[in-house]
């Protein structure tokens, strides 16, 4: 590790996370974070620009993510008596047929998968097209990093979780965008279990009759507590939506494809290299080192690993409760974690952590937990991450720089 300071930099569906983290002091700080959405032509904002132009950022190690949807990840029974040095060339020629996109312009690699009760090696295989991977070469040499390696969603988010109390018992960690999720369960330093979640919250929120149904009811239940409890209700401040994109509107936007400059991929080209000599761009090796310390007086964490509880909201209950889209994504979590435990013979997951959304549903946290059988807690990012002192970092960058920061606790 020649620097201590690794940038993370993840192109998201609605927006661009800049992160950098130093990881010579223990636990690695967040001395930067950055979110920026897209302009509404799907393109890199100026504000971006600037951001991927930091002085502070120049020459540094990089990891970049490709957010999911954009790649492949299934598991796959690795082939027996192959050397380590070449498996990702095997399995890639054997897995040709799982690929969705053509196997000459996909680059793949794999990383080990724990054992499972069916016995026999199982891997992860991660398969992405090229023109999805060379917007992220484009971004590092805007941001004139020395880019390391490209990772996957998984296992960015997947190293959020080294400071979290339970993780040698199994954690679980679901992100909810918009239209789509992802639930992974690690335990220690492994990825168990990844699978994507067809609804988000748009979906949650136009299945009870729209956002503005649900903050009406918020608002109602406030001021009911209020009126008959002689109870002040807690601040509430909705979150700020992302310019791309509003609930119930899906982009139409790639944003990826829209921030590819042609002209600046002359340097760069794949020629016709099949996808079996590419280089090895994804990370394979990750390592979540060893948990932190909860008490460690610079994670300043809180009396409690949790925030304060959300407002008493019945009649946000009463809506969710009916909620055929949050119905249809904690089925798919619950039959993930049933599977989980049954594959690999394991006891459930301690707690599954929810990250942190990017519009704000009262209420979601008590819903999901009355339909899962998991202990149901918020991932807190100002309470399991070691922030810089005094920088200013909003609560929003955070939230949605994650998968920025993960990449870059990686390189640890």
Same mark, same amino acid.
């Given at each position: 590790?020649?620097?201590?300071?690794?940038v993370?930099?993840?192109?998201?569906?609605?927006?661009?996370?800049?992160?950098?983290?130093?990881?010579?002091?223990?636990?690695?700080?967040?001395?930067?974070?950055?979110?920026?959405?897209?302009?509404?032509?799907?393109?890199?904002?100026?504000?971006?620009?600037?951001?991927?132009?930091?002085?502070?950022?120049?020459?540094?190690?990089?990891?970049?993510?490709?957010?999911?949807?954009?790649?492949q990840?299934?598991?796959?029974?690795?082939?027996?008596?192959?050397?380590?040095?070449?498996?990702?060339?095997?399995?890639?020629?054997?897995?040709?047929?799982?690929?969705?996109?053509?196997?000459?312009?996909?680059?793949?690699?794999?990383?080990?998968?724990?054992?499972?009760?069916?016995?026999?090696?199982?891997?992860?295989?991660?398969?992405?097209?090229?023109?999805r991977?060379?917007?992220?070469?484009?971004?590092?040499?805007?941001?004139?990093?020395?880019?390391?390696?490209?990772?996957?969603?998984?296992?960015? $988010? *997947?190293?959020?979780?080294?400071?979290? =109390?339970?993780? @040698?018992?199994g954690?679980?960690?679901?992100?909810?965008? !918009? #239209? &789509?999720?992802?639930?992974?369960?690690?335990?220690?330093?492994?990825?168990?279990?990844?699978?994507?979640?067809?609804?988000?919250?748009?979906?949650?929120?136009?299945?009870?009759?729209?956002?503005?149904?649900?903050?009406?009811?918020?608002?109602?239940d406030?001021?009911?507590?209020?009126?008959?409890?002689?109870?002040?209700?807690?601040?509430?401040?909705?979150?700020a939506?992302?310019?791309?994109?509003?609930?119930?509107?899906?982009?139409?936007?790639?944003?990826?494809?829209?921030?590819?400059?042609?002209?600046?991929?002359?340097?760069?080209?794949?020629?016709?290299?099949?996808?079996?000599?590419?280089?090895?761009?994804?990370?394979?090796?990750w390592?979540?080192?060893?948990?932190?310390?909860?008490?460690?007086a610079? $994670? *300043?964490?809180?009396?409690?690993?949790? =925030?304060?509880? @959300?407002?008493?909201?019945?009649?946000?209950?009463?809506l !969710? #409760? &009916?909620?055929?889209?949050?119905?249809?994504?904690?089925?798919?979590?619950?039959?993930?974690?049933?599977y989980?435990?049954s594959y690999?013979?394991?006891?459930?997951?301690a707690?599954?952590?929810?990250?942190?959304p990017?519009?704000?549903?009262?209420?979601?946290?008590?819903?999901?937990?009355?339909?899962?059988?998991?202990?149901?807690?918020?991932?807190?990012?100002?309470?399991?991450?070691?922030?810089?002192?005094?920088?200013?970092?909003?609560?929003?960058?955070?939230?949605?720089?994650?998968?920025?920061?993960?990449?870059?606790?990686?390189?640890?």
């Amino acid at each position: 590790m020649d620097s201590p300071l690794w940038v993370g930099l993840a192109a998201m569906s609605d927006g661009l996370s800049v992160a950098a983290v130093d990881l010579s002091v223990e636990p690695a700080r967040v001395d930067l974070c950055d979110f920026h959405p897209y302009g509404q032509d799907g393109r890199l904002t100026a504000d971006a620009l600037a951001a991927l132009r930091d002085p502070r950022l120049r020459k540094r190690p990089a990891v970049a993510v490709l957010s999911s949807g954009s790649y492949q990840l299934f598991p796959f029974e690795s082939p027996k008596g192959v050397p380590d040095q070449e498996l990702r060339n095997a399995v890639a020629l054997l897995a040709q047929d799982r690929l969705e996109s053509d196997p000459l312009t996909t680059v793949v690699d794999v990383f080990d998968m724990p054992d499972g009760h069916a016995g026999g090696d199982m891997v992860f295989v991660a398969a992405a097209p090229q023109e999805r991977i060379l917007p992220l070469i484009d971004l590092a040499e805007e941001a004139t990093v020395k880019l390391d390696r490209i990772d996957i969603e998984d296992l960015a $988010l *997947a190293n959020l979780t080294r400071n979290l =109390p339970e993780i @040698e018992n199994g954690v679980a960690l679901l992100r909810l965008g !918009l #239209r &789509d999720g992802l639930l992974m369960v690690v335990v220690g330093d492994a990825l168990y279990l990844s699978r994507p979640i067809p609804s988000g919250l748009a979906d949650i929120a136009e299945s009870v009759g729209g956002l503005e149904t649900l903050n009406s009811a918020a608002e109602a239940d406030e001021a009911y507590r209020k009126a008959l409890l002689g109870e002040e209700p807690p601040a509430h401040e909705p979150t700020a939506q992302p310019e791309s994109e509003q609930p119930g509107e899906e982009s139409q936007e790639e944003p990826l494809e829209a921030i590819t400059d042609a002209d600046s991929l002359e340097s760069w080209s794949w020629g016709d290299t099949p996808a079996l000599e590419t280089p090895d761009f994804f990370d394979s090796g990750w390592d979540l080192g060893e948990e932190a310390e909860q008490e460690d007086a610079s $994670l *300043a964490l809180a009396p409690q690993d949790e =925030p304060p509880p @959300e407002p008493w909201t019945p009649e946000v209950e009463r809506l !969710l #409760r &009916d909620s055929s889209a949050l119905d249809e994504i904690c089925r798919e979590a619950q039959r993930t974690l049933d599977y989980y435990e049954s594959y690999f013979r394991r006891q459930g997951v301690a707690s599954l952590y929810i990250l942190p959304p990017c519009m704000e549903i009262p209420g979601l946290r008590e819903a999901v937990s009355d339909r899962l059988s998991a202990r149901i807690k918020w991932y807190a990012p100002e309470v399991w991450l070691n922030l810089a002192n005094g920088e200013a970092i909003s609560t929003r960058a955070l939230a949605r720089g994650l998968p920025a920061i993960g990449a870059a606790l990686g390189a640890r």
